[in-house]
């Protein structure tokens, strides 16, 4: 469950990344493709200049996740964006483990880090991931009706 406590901690810890976010960009991708060298293939060969793109995109999320509700459109675009890239529901797990190694890294740079902003970050990480992993679900079933109808 997300809380409006964990809310307020994510929201204003990403506030940092944003400040720092090159050297997040190149902490994620690094550690992603150094652990999950299979990985390498999904995305472009220079991601250097996606490093902030993607940063910024996720504030986006991050903003507007008081109601899950309000995220309903993105999540449905970056579920079939994620479908298009070849992204599998496996790869959640490594993402994530990058994902959280990438947010510790900076914010305890910052000295901004502890055992409950890693919980909040946890939480909220999760019920992203699994709201896109749902809507990929739902998106891949309609596809597969479509298919059976055109067979029909
Ligand atoms: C909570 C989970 C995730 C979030 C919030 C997220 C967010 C994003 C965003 C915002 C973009 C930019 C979309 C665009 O502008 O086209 C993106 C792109 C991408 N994501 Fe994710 N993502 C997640 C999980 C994953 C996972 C598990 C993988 C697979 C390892 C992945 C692989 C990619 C790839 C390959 C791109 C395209 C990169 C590019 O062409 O620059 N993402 N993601």
């Excluded at 996720?58 to 309000?70: D, G």
């Excluded at 740079?109 to 939480?123: H, I, K, P, Y």
């Excluded at 990929?136 to 596809?143: G, I, R, W």
């Amino acid at each position: 469950m997300i809380t409006e406590e964990n809310i307020k901690l994510v929201q204003n810890s990403w506030l940092v990344i944003v400040g720092k976010a090159n050297e997040a960009g190149q902490i994620f991708y690094d550690y992603l493709f150094r652990n999950n060298p299979e990985l390498r293939y999904l995305f472009p060969t220079d991601t250097r200049s996606q490093n902030r793109k993607l940063i910024m995109a996720i504030a986006l999320i991050v903003n507007k996740i008081e109601r899950m509700e309000n995220i309903h459109a993105e999540i449905t675009w970056l579920a079939s964006k994620h479908l298009a890239y070849g992204v599998e529901v496996k790869h959640f797990v490594p993402f994530k483990e990058a994902f959280m190694y990438m947010i510790e890294q900076v914010l305890s740079s910052e000295d901004f880090w502890d055992r409950t902003l890693q919980n909040a970050w946890e939480v909220v990480f999760s019920e992203i991931s699994q709201a896109i992993i749902v809507a990929m679900q739902n998106l891949e079933s309609q596809k597969q009706i479509a298919r059976i109808k055109i067979k029909l």
